[in-house]
């Protein structure tokens, strides 16, 4: 529908004809998790636009229930199915536009209990009928995105819920200490999460995992991802790209001239890696489909890379992404350093700040940003944002130290989170503060070194990693000689007093790291709960 506003608005003789197989046109499915929770109340308010109403403001022939059947690039003619009546026609197009979107992985319903996905009106009106009793026993399969707002909301319906993810943590486009806290809330609002499992089979009215676990079971939301859409564009003998997604050129041409495609079946072109990629966003998807537009009615326009960035409300917590995760990276062999961090959302001194968690990965070479993850409950979304702006803007990681934003007490501080964000990068690229990741810490260790925690005495009596030392960093420099001549490591509770230590011994001649991230980083990668059996 981008598309056909847009191209309305630019040429308005254009003869613009729609077909959607569904009974709705122009709905928003982003919605559809929160009116399932009742946070929505409103079913109507997910209809954002109507046949009638697109005819009225724009005049587009929309004819929902219509299934396009076949394209005919030779005659440069689509099939049309009426779902309602029957009737086949044959339309004939100058310019044909594919908005074919993506279907849910699993092809066929688990036998014996209800299955629905969470895509469309239709699914989320079943699956309000399915859980208008509370207590009602329910199985979320898949912890990305979709799974993970399927549950918070199915818990605010009164559901008992279980979900099953098939890889070893929530989120899998995080990294595990990112997911964590995560996980965590998910675990505190009363959700069995089974990890590393999937459904084996239904046995007697039970889910039975792969592991042999039963879990009673009266419905199953099937949110274990999606697969490109691309029947139509197969028959009709165009490119699929090696993702599986329908090939695009940077004007969302395909491999014919006059068929476009645009949306979550459609390659795109990744900014970090430069390799073809499928990103299901809906930013995407729109700004495609305006551009399509453009590119038809003669204008000069292509697509820029896509950056993946993505943010999910998890009960209390907003969990956001852009670039590549450190995984990733590691995987395809490339070149980074990691740096996190965790301010406040605001200044402290006002009332309601909430420390969140921030991790920034970037070349060591170039010092180009390649990815982000930020996890918290305030602050979230405009600081993944503006790490976003920086990627496509290409801005090096300690760029963002010296950007002007926006300040006031109550919504950041003098230095914001992402000026921090960059300050640590500058440190830790140029070798001001050498650092250790969390997951490097024992291996350190093992080789001799000693670890050193600067925080209070009160503090580390709370919580601290085996074997660290307490020598609090105001008594640093009275109580040097009780160190070790051997490498060190400091922590502290985030990385602040480990960087000033570091700072310290460095400057006396001492080999010392700071552990990037502190005792909370490690401790949220170690806070892993094994899955809880049913009882």
Known sequence: ??????????????????????????????????????????????????????????????????????????????????????????????????????????????????????????????????????????????????????????????????????????????DIEMAAPVEAAVRERGVEVRLGVQIDRIEDG??????????????????????????????????????????????????????????????KSDLVGGEPTLVTMAGLANRHGRMVADVIAGRAAAAAPALGTGIVKVFDLAAAKVGWSERRLRAAGRDFYAVHVHPGSHAGYYPGAEAFSMKLLADPASDRILGAQIVGRDGVDKRIDVIATAMHAGLPAAELAHLELAYAPQFGSAKDAVNLLGYVAENTRTGTTPTVQWHELDQELAAGAALIDVRTAHEFARGAIPGAVNVPLDELRERIDELPRAPLVVNCQVGLRGHLATRILAQRGFAVRNLDGGYQTWRDAHARQEPRRAS
């Open 206 to 267: 039970m889910v039975i995992l792969s592991d042999g676990t039963a879990i009673c079971a009266a419905l199953i939301v099937d949110a274990s991802g999606v697969v490109p859409e691309i029947g139509l564009a197969v028959e009709a003998g165009l490119r699929i790209g090696e993702t599986g997604g329908i090939w695009v050129d940077e004007t969302c041409r395909t491999s014919d001239p006059d068929i476009f495609a645009v949306g979550d079946g459609v390659e």
């Open 1 to 174: 529908m981008s598309a056909a506003t847009r191209m309305r608005r630019l040429d308005e003789t254009a003869d613009i004809t729609v077909f959607e197989r569904g009974p709705e046109v122009s709905y928003a499915n982003c919605g559809l998790p929160y009116y399932v929770g009742g946070v929505i109340a409103d079913r109507s308010s997910l209809l954002l636009q109507t046949p009638a109403s697109l005819h009225r403001r724009f005049r587009l022939d929309v004819r929902v229930r219509h299934e396009v059947v076949r394209i005919d690039p030779a005659t440069r003619s689509v099939h049309v199915v009426d779902l309602e009546t029957g009737a086949a026609s044959t339309e004939a197009y100058d310019k044909l536009i594919l908005a074919l979107g993506a279907r849910p992985r699993r092809d066929e319903p688990v036998s014996g209990i209800p299955t629905l996905s969470l895509r469309t009106v239709d699914d989320a009106d079943r699956i309000r009928t399915a859980v208008s009793d509370a207590g009602v026993p329910v199985v979320v399969v898949g912890g990305g995105y979709t799974g993970l707002e399927a549950v918070e909301n199915l818990v605010a319906r009164g559901a008992r819920v279980t979900l099953v993810q098939r890889g070893g943590q929530l989120l899998s486009p995080l």
